[in-house]
């Protein structure tokens, strides 16, 4: 019913940036909080940067200062600016988000995830 599509992952170079962005679509009736999650190999899943309805943020210790979480409400879209990486942020990282359907109930989905490389 509700489809999260991640791009801009790729290769990048430590001190590099990469802009990650999800566009989310289907029957939504709204879309509350919104997020990006990451999981590096061997490890388990783990919270990147959450951002609500009315933009209030949060950010894991280890990217603070670096990441900026931003959404557009009427595109059901969610961007994560990353700069100044490091090879320890190299992950697949996953586009999370709280929908209420329409007609529905509220679930939370996720996207197909989108691979980040830092290393020179």
């Known amino acids: 019913q509700v489809q999260l599509v991640e791009s801009g992952g790729g290769l990048v170079q430590p001190g590099g940036s990469l802009r990650l962005s999800c566009a989310a679509s289907?029957?939504?009736?709204?879309?509350?909080?919104m997020g990006w999650y990451r999981q590096a190999p061997g490890k388990q899943r783990e919270l990147v940067a959450t951002?609500?309805?009315?933009?209030?943020?949060t950010y894991a210790d280890s990217v603070k200062g670096r990441f900026t979480i931003s959404r557009d409400n009427a595109k059901k879209t969610v961007d994560l600016q990353m700069t100044s990486l490091k090879p320890e942020d190299t992950a697949v990282y996953y586009c999370?988000?709280?929908?209420?359907?329409?007609?529905?109930?509220?679930?939370?989905?996720w996207g197909q995830g989108t691979q980040v490389t830092v290393s020179s």
């Open positions: 999370n988000a709280d929908v209420k359907v329409a007609l529905g109930p509220r679930t939370d989905y």
């Open positions: 289907g029957r939504i009736f709204m879309i509350y909080d």
């Open positions: 951002i609500t309805r009315g933009d209030m943020t």
